[in-house]
C-alpha cells in the first residue's frame, strides 16, 4: 500500500520544524545575552529549584545586612553620646571640687553656678538625643516622645516620660541584639554610691566635715530611714542609731563611736532582720545628725541640680559643703556607670560587625555554588549556537526548493 502525504502535510511539517530551530536559536541567544545557563524551569529542573533557594536566602542575607547597617548607625550615635555624656561629667565634676575650697569668692561661686547651668543644660541635651530619622535614642519603644523633661517645680526635678523597653534587631535567623538603651538604665536609675542609703545633710554642725563612705543594709527588702546622731558622753563620742528621725524616731543603739570600725548593727536585737554598717570619715562634730533615707539609685540629672541648689552656699556651710562632697560622690558613680554602658554599646557593635562579616562570606558561598549552576559556558554555548544556526540555515534553503517543487515542472 503506498501512502500519500498531502503537499498542505508537507508544508506544515517543514514550518513547525524550522519554527523549532528557530526557537531554539533565540534561547541560545537568550542565554548568551544574560550569561545563565538556567533561564526556566525547564533548562534543568534540579537546578532551577536550588537556584531558587539560593536567592530566598541571598534575600534573607540583605535584610539582615540591612538592619545591621541601621542597628550599627543607631549604637554609633548612642556610643557617641555616651562619650558626650562622660566629658560632660568630667568637667562638672572638676567645677564642683573647685567650688568646695574655701578659698573661692561669693562672685565665684556665683559664676560657676552659671557654669553648671550650662552643664546641665548640655546633658539633658544629650539625654534628649535623636538620631537621623528623629526618634529619641533613650525613649525606649516610645522612640517619638521626648524622653527627659523638667517638672515644671522650684528646683526643677527630672521626670522620664519614655519607657523601659529596649528596641532590638533581628540580625540573623537565631539572633537578636539590642540596639537601644533606655533612658531609665543611663540616667535614672544609676547605682547609688553609698550603697543602699542616700545621706540627708540638713542636720550638720558649724565647721562639719562628715562624709559619709558607705550605707548598707543586708536585708534588701527593709523600707525603714535610719539616722545617726553623735552626741557626747563624758569627754567620749558616742553615735546613736534610730531608726526613723532621732525626735520621733526608736533608738536603736547608743555606743562609742570608732572611726575605724564605724557603725555596725544587727537589726534581730530589734526585732527586725538584717545589718546594717554605715561609715564615715572627714572630721564629726558632736550634735552632727545625718538622715540615710532607702534608695539603691539615683538620677544624674537631679545631682547636677543639686550642685546648682548649692553653689551660692557659703564656703563656711557644712550642709552646702557636704551636700556638693554628695555630688561629687554622684558623678563618680555616675562616669562609672556610663563607662559600663558604653562598653554594652561597644560589645554590641562587636556583634554586629562579626555578623556583618559572617553574612558575607555566606553570600559569597552563595554566590559561589549559584554560578556553578546558573552561569553559561560561553564556550560550549557559542558552538551549540553556532551548529544551531547552521542547521536553521539547511532547514530554511530545503523549505525554500521544497516550495519550488511542483508537477508543471515536468510537464
Known amino acids: 500500500m503506498i501512502n500519500r502525504v498531502s503537499t498542505a502535510s508537507q508544508y506544515q511539517s517543514l514550518t513547525s520544524n524550522l519554527m523549532r530551530k528557530q526557537g531554539e536559536l533565540n534561547t541560545s541567544n537568550e542565554h548568551l545575552a544574560t550569561g545563565r545557563r538556567v533561564l526556566t524551569a525547564g533548562d534543568d529542573p534540579v537546578s532551577s529549584v536550588m537556584i531558587q533557594n539560593y536567592r530566598q536566602e541571598q534575600t534573607l542575607i540583605t535584610q539582615y545586612q540591612d538592619a545591621i547597617t541601621l542597628a550599627t548607625n543607631r549604637m554609633n550615635v548612642t ?20 567650688m568646695i575650697n574655701g578659698a573661692m569668692a561669693a562672685e565665684d561661686r556665683s559664676a ?10 548640655e546633658l539633658l541635651g544629650l539625654a534628649n538625643t535623636q538620631d537621623e530619622s528623629g526618634n529619641y535614642i533613650f525613649a525606649g519603644t516610645q522612640s517619638a516622645t521626648k524622653p527627659f523633661m523638667q517638672n515644671g517645680q522650684t528646683p526643677p526635678t527630672i521626670v522620664y516620660q519614655g519607657d523601659d523597653q529596649a528596641r532590638h534587631s533581628q540580625i540573623d535567623k537565631n539572633l537578636e541584639v539590642k540596639t537601644s538603651l533606655t533612658g ?8 547609688n554610691p553609698y550603697g543602699d542609703y542616700r545621706p540627708d545633710f540638713s542636720n550638720l554642725q558649724p565647721d562639719s566635715q562628715l562624709h559619709v563612705l558607705t550605707a548598707t543594709n543586708s536585708n534588701p527588702n527593709d523600707s525603714n530611714n535610719y539616722s545617726v546622731k553623735f552626741v557626747d558622753n563624758a569627754g567620749v563620742m558616742e553615735y546613736q542609731l534610730y531608726q526613723g528621725d532621732p525626735t520621733t524616731g526608736v533608738l536603736l543603739e547608743q555606743n562609742t563611736y570608732e572611726p575605724e570600725v564605724g557603725i555596725s548593727f544587727d537589726l534581730a536585737a530589734a526585732g527586725g532582720a538584717g545589718t546594717l554598717d554605715f561609715q564615715f570619715d572627714g572630721e564629726i562634730k558632736l550634735g552632727d545628725s545625718v538622715a540615710l533615707n532607702p534608695s539603691k539609685t539615683f538620677n544624674v540629672l537631679d545631682s547636677l541640680q543639686d550642685a546648682i541648689n548649692n553653689a551660692e552656699q557659703p564656703t563656711s556651710s557644712a550642709e552646702g559643703n557636704a551636700n556638693l562632697q554628695r555630688v561629687i560622690d554622684d558623678l563618680n558613680g555616675a ?8 562598653s554594652q554599646v561597644g560589645s554590641v557593635l562587636q556583634t554586629l560587625d562579626r555578623q556583618g562579616e559572617q553574612h558575607k562570606d555566606f553570600e559569597l558561598t552563595l554566590n559561589k555554588a549559584q554560578s556553578g549552576l546558573e552561569d553559561l559556558d560561553y564556550s560550549k554555548a557559542i558552538i551549540d549556537m553556532n551548529e544551531q544556526s547552521m542547521a536553521l540555515q539547511a532547514s530554511q534553503a530545503a523549505f525554500n526548493k521544497t516550495k519550488e517543487l511542483t508537477l508543471f515542472n515536468y510537464l
Open 79 to 98: 556610643e557617641s553620646t555616651l562619650t558626650g555624656v562622660e566629658n560632660n561629667l568630667d568637667v562638672t565634676k572638676q567645677k564642683v571640687i573647685r
Open 112 to 121: 560657676f553656678k552659671d557654669e553648671l547651668q550650662s552643664l546641665y543644660d
Open 184 to 191: 531609665n538604665d543611663v540616667f535614672m536609675a544609676i547605682p
Open 335 to 342: 562616669f562609672i556607670h556610663m563607662n559600663q554602658q558604653r
